[in-house]
């Protein structure tokens, strides 16, 4: 089924409603008005452009259980100011509808020649209140911010449009990347929900994480990897990087 909301607030809402109530959907995805006018501009699937956010709901369980399970949806959805809802009513509408979902990606190039993703977790609880700060660090950055994410297990992935070209804009792009993983590490959430660490993220694990915890995840590295060979250079804050690996080259005099 797909929900439509004149506002992020309002879907964000309906997700956090939807979790209080004990449902337990197969999948809730959220997508705002940048994502949806991106995807309709590209595939013509028939979005509302105007909507301030769709959200993509999918029940499974017993056949007998399910009018249930969608009615107590639908209700959650009303009490959110849902502008209207549209229920699947074949496989092939279900699959258009995550069709739509998996190429949002795709998209982007719409509208941004570059884009930062993020991968943050935050309590399903806090959504709203996510979005909100989401869009005050939009408008201090002076960059636009798309979201489209997992929003049944509070895993965000907030695009930061920016264009490489302009430096500026890449060093505000970093900085409001940063703050919104900051926050969810202040909503006791995490950096990272299933992209992992890398490079970027490496400075957050002493916010997220005590000395102590860090010094048990390196001495279980060790144990595997005791000269650090394998991705030296990622995840933990001073790890080894490649270059500290190379053969030193001998400069003629």
Same mark, same amino acid.
């Given at each position: ?34 994502? =949806? ?63 739509? +979902? ?34 005050? =660090? ?26 490489? +070209? ?39 694990? =002493? ?13 279980? +590295? ?32």
């Amino acid at each position: 089924m797909l929900g439509i909301f004149e506002t992020v607030q309002d879907a964000s809402q309906t997700v956090s409603d939807i979790i209080k109530s004990g449902l337990l959907p197969g999948a809730m995805e959220m997508m705002d008005q940048l994502i =949806t006018r991106a995807i309709e501009d590209a595939y013509h699937f028939g979005f509302p452009t105007d909507a301030g956010a769709v959200l993509i709901v999918e029940l499974d369980g017993q056949e007998v259980d399910l009018e249930r399970q969608l009615r107590q949806v639908e209700d959650i959805c009303n009490q959110n100011n849902a502008r209207k809802i549209q229920i699947a009513k074949d496989a092939d509408e279900r699959v258009a509808i995550w069709k739509c +979902r998996k190429r949002a990606f795709g998209a982007i190039g719409r509208l941004s020649p570059n884009y930062l993703t993020e991968d943050g977790v935050i309590p399903r609880s806090r959504l709203p209140e996510m979005m909100n700060f989401i869009l005050e =660090t939009s408008e201090k950055h002076r960059l636009r911010i798309a979201n489209v994410f997992h929003a049944g297990d509070g895993n965000l992935h907030p695009l930061v449009l920016f264009d490489e +070209r302009n430096p500026d804009e890449v060093q505000r792009a970093l900085h409001a990347g940063h703050e919104i993983l900051q926050k969810c590490i202040q909503m006791g959430g995490s950096v990272s929900g299933e992209h992992g660490i890398g490079v970027q993220k490496m400075d957050l694990m =002493t916010e997220q994480f005590s000395e102590s915890d860090l010094e048990a995840m390196n001495r279980l +590295r060790r144990a595997f990897d005791p000269k650090q060979l394998c991705n030296p250079h990622k995840m933990f804050p001073g790890s080894k990087r490649c270059s500290d690996f190379a053969p030193k080259r001998q400069i003629p005099a």
